[in-house]
């Protein structure tokens, strides 16, 4: 099938290329020129676990990128919309980028002749497909939805970091369309995939994410709050987490207590969940307790640090990890910002170390010290705070011996060395 993707971020890069490698004729489409010029080069725009070799493979033959909507949509059967949908001021969802992408596809319909499937699959609160793109859709193509074009909505599950492989083999694939013409059409993209289509109606879609993210929002939130008392009674919560993952109920995922939950998705999602469910006045507690724990966790880990070591003027504080999670240069909610954030606060110096992350951190944080070495970020500092799960920070040793003050906060369990004034977050 032909498929155009717009927009080139996370979901639409790992998007295009694996259509491309199922045999998919694809055109990426985005507003940044260079993600387009850099994906025509085979050059994946973010870094993700196999991305490289399938763009190396795909590009200038049946994977094309360009900025222009005109011939991407003319040239293609099936649009899929992977924008942006990020948080309002008050949480809620901003559909801004999704109605801009939503009306540049409208004004290429008006004049395109046959049958068009305009997919959403960014992340998007239940309704929207059907009570904001559809008729933006309609209203910027003059055609009528189910008739001239179909619409579906077809959520993304991946995770960052091992995008591509998910994207491959997935659990679920949800297809929610408005009749049976577009779910058919979207379904069969993925009968390659041995996995079973759930076809259901766009809402349904929608919710279906919502609840999947704010799920395992909520386990994670769990777990930090049962670490948090477990610390308090010196039980050691990975050891009853371990066991309360064993009941077939539960599953051991996401139930390692840290410094919280990251990430472009889960922080975001489960406030646009809060705003949906205020707008149709329901109050949801439980999910603004989950935000609530979420955003307490983090700053635990710098006073844990003012009772090891008082005042923190002056002091040079190493940052180990700054990617919202390990295997990936996404920084976006990344619970070392607000660690950072708070640090400066206090009038510490902070030397940061990620293996990937270090650039993108930069147009947050411009004027702390960063190294390419954790050795490096860690000689001559008062202490240390380990922010992101990298598997290279369980093998650091010696690299302690550096120091000033041998003081370590983990707030991911990931530090092995022994002889060191060891804390964990919630251990
Ligand atoms: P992203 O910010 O990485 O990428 C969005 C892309 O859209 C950017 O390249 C941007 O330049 C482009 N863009 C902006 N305006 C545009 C326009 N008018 N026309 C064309 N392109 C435009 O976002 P992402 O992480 O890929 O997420 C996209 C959506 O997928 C969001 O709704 C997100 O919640 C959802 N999602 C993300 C993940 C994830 O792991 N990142 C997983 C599942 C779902």
Same mark, same amino acid.
């Given at each position: 099938?032909?498929?155009?993707?717009?927009?080139?971020?996370?979901?639409?890069?790992?998007?295009?290329?694996?259509?491309?490698?199922?045999?998919?004729?694809?055109?990426?489409?985005?507003?940044?020129?260079?993600?387009?010029?850099?994906?025509? $080069?085979?050059?994946?725009?973010?870094?993700?676990?196999? @991305?490289? !070799?399938?763009?190396? *493979?795909? #590009? =200038? &033959?049946?994977?094309?990128?360009?900025?222009?909507?005109?011939?991407?949509?003319?040239?293609?059967?099936?649009?899929?919309?992977?924008?942006?949908t990020?948080s309002?001021?008050?949480g809620s969802i901003?559909?801004?980028?999704?109605?801009?992408?939503?009306?540049?596809?409208?004004?290429?319909?008006?004049?395109?002749?046959?049958?068009?499937?305009?997919?959403?699959?960014?992340t998007v609160v239940? $309704?929207?497909?059907?009570?904001?793109?559809?008729?933006? @859709?309609? !209203?910027?193509?003059? *055609?009528? #939805? =189910? &008739?001239?074009?179909?619409?579906?909505?077809?959520?993304?599950?991946?995770?960052?970091?091992?995008?591509?492989?998910?994207?491959?083999?997935?659990?679920?694939?949800?297809?929610?369309?408005?009749?049976?013409?577009?779910?058919?059409?979207?379904?069969?993209?993925?009968?390659?995939?041995?996995?079973?289509?759930?076809?259901?109606?766009?809402?349904?879609?929608?919710?279906?994410?919502y609840?999947?993210?704010?799920?395992?929002?909520?386990?994670?939130?769990?777990?930090? !709050?049962?670490?948090?008392?477990?610390?308090?009674?010196?039980?050691?919560?990975?050891?009853?987490?371990?066991?309360?993952?064993?009941?077939?109920?539960?599953?051991?995922?996401?139930?390692?207590?840290?410094?919280?939950?990251?990430?472009?998705?889960?922080?975001k999602d489960v406030k646009a969940l809060i705003g949906k469910?205020?707008?149709?006045?329901?109050?949801?507690?439980?999910?603004?307790?989950?935000?609530?724990?979420?955003?307490?966790?983090?700053?635990?880990?710098?006073?844990?640090?003012?009772?090891?070591?008082?005042?923190?003027?002056?002091?040079?504080?190493?940052?180990?990890?700054?990617?919202?999670?390990?295997?990936?240069?996404?920084?976006?909610?990344?619970?070392?910002?607000?660690?950072?954030?708070?640090?400066?606060?206090?009038?510490?110096?902070?030397?940061?170390?990620?293996?990937?992350?270090?650039?993108?951190?930069?147009?947050?944080?411009?004027?702390?010290?960063?190294?390419?070495?954790?050795?490096?970020?860690?000689?001559?500092?008062?202490?240390?705070?380990?922010?992101?799960?990298?598997?290279?920070?369980?093998?650091?040793?010696?690299?302690?011996?550096?120091?000033?003050?041998?003081?370590?906060?983990?707030?991911?369990?990931?530090?092995?060395?022994?002889?060191?004034?060891?804390?964990?977050?919630?251990?």
């Open positions: 099938m032909k498929i155009s993707v717009i927009g080139s971020g996370y979901v639409g890069s790992v998007t295009a290329a694996c259509f491309a490698e199922t045999g998919h004729e694809v055109v990426c489409v985005d507003i940044d020129k260079k993600k387009m010029d850099q994906i025509n $080069e085979g050059i994946p725009p973010i870094y993700e676990e196999g @991305l490289g !070799e399938l763009l190396r *493979k795909h #590009a =200038g &033959k049946n994977l094309t990128a360009t900025t222009d909507y005109e011939s991407a949509i003319r040239k293609t059967d099936i649009s899929f919309i992977c924008v942006g990020p309002a001021e008050d901003d559909l801004s980028i999704v109605r801009a992408a939503t009306a540049s596809i409208g004004a290429v319909l008006a004049k395109k002749k046959g049958y068009h499937v305009v997919v959403v699959k960014s239940p $309704e929207t497909t059907e009570k904001f793109v559809l008729p933006v @859709l309609e !209203e910027t193509s003059g *055609k009528v #939805a =189910g &008739k001239d074009f179909g619409v579906a909505m077809n959520p993304e599950f991946l995770r960052e970091g091992k995008a591509v492989y998910d994207f491959m083999n997935p659990d679920k694939i949800v297809v929610g369309a408005i009749d049976q013409k577009a779910g058919a059409l979207v379904s069969e993209l993925y009968k390659s995939f041995k996995c079973k289509v759930t076809l259901t109606n766009p809402s349904t879609a929608e919710m279906i994410k609840a999947n993210n704010s799920l395992l929002a909520t386990k994670i939130s769990f777990a930090n !709050e049962i670490g948090n008392i477990c610390k308090k009674l010196k039980i050691d919560t990975y050891e009853v987490m371990e066991a309360v993952g064993k009941d077939s109920r539960i599953s051991p995922k996401f139930l390692n207590s840290g410094a919280g939950f990251g990430g472009s998705c889960f922080p469910a205020k707008e149709i006045g329901y109050s949801p507690v439980l999910l603004e307790s989950v935000i609530d724990v979420n955003e307490k966790q983090p700053i635990l880990m710098t006073e844990i640090l003012k009772k090891k070591i008082g005042n923190l003027e002056g002091k040079r504080i190493a940052v180990l990890g700054l990617a919202f999670k390990n295997e990936t240069d996404d920084i976006r909610e990344s619970r070392a910002i607000p660690v950072i954030a708070e640090l400066l606060r206090l009038g510490a110096k902070v030397s940061a170390y990620d293996p990937m992350a270090i650039e993108n951190m930069k147009r947050i944080f411009p004027t702390i010290e960063y190294f390419e070495k954790a050795k490096d970020a860690l000689e001559g500092a008062d202490a240390c705070l380990v922010m992101t799960e990298w598997d290279e920070f369980r093998q650091l040793n010696s690299e302690f011996e550096a120091m000033k003050e041998k003081i370590i906060i983990d707030g991911r369990r990931v530090i092995k060395t022994k002889n060191v004034d060891y804390e964990g977050l919630c251990w």
